[in-house]
Each structure stands twice: as C-alpha cells, then as structure tokens.
C-alpha cells in the first residue's frame, strides 16, 4: 500500500467514525419522543440502538486481526 492509499485510508475511516458518533449524539435526544411516537418503553429504543452496535464491535475486531 502507498503512502496515498494509506492516508486515504485513515481519512475514510475517520470520517465513518465521526458520523457514527456524531448519530449517537443526535439520537440520545430523541428517545424519549421515540418511545412515545412507537408507544414503546425507552429500554425497547436503547436495544434497538444498542444490539446493531454491539454487534458491530465483534466484526470490527476481526477485521482488524485479519488486516494486523
């Protein structure tokens, strides 16, 4: 990999991690209006929240032992 490719790399990643925390942010507001639009408890919206990232951590992992 060159060193172009490798800051390219970096930048893409980076900027996936950003919006994933910049979603979490903008989200934990909405809960509570969520639970209430769905007619749901605020527990059900923090699994639905929760489980696809907790379940992105394992995958994550692997990719990067695979990578070094």
């Known amino acids: 990999m060159s060193h172009e490719q490798g800051r390219r790399v970096v930048a893409l990643v980076s900027g996936s991690h950003f919006v994933n925390h910049a ?7 909405l809960v ?7 007619d749901v408890g605020i527990a059900a919206i923090g699994l639905a929240i929760g489980v696809p990232q907790a379940g ?7 990719v990067r032992l695979r990578l070094g």
């Open 32 to 38: 509570g209006v969520l639970a209430a639009r769905f």
């Open 56 to 62: 992105g951590a394992p995958l994550a992992t692997s």
């Open 23 to 29: 979603y979490m942010v903008l989200l934990a507001p």
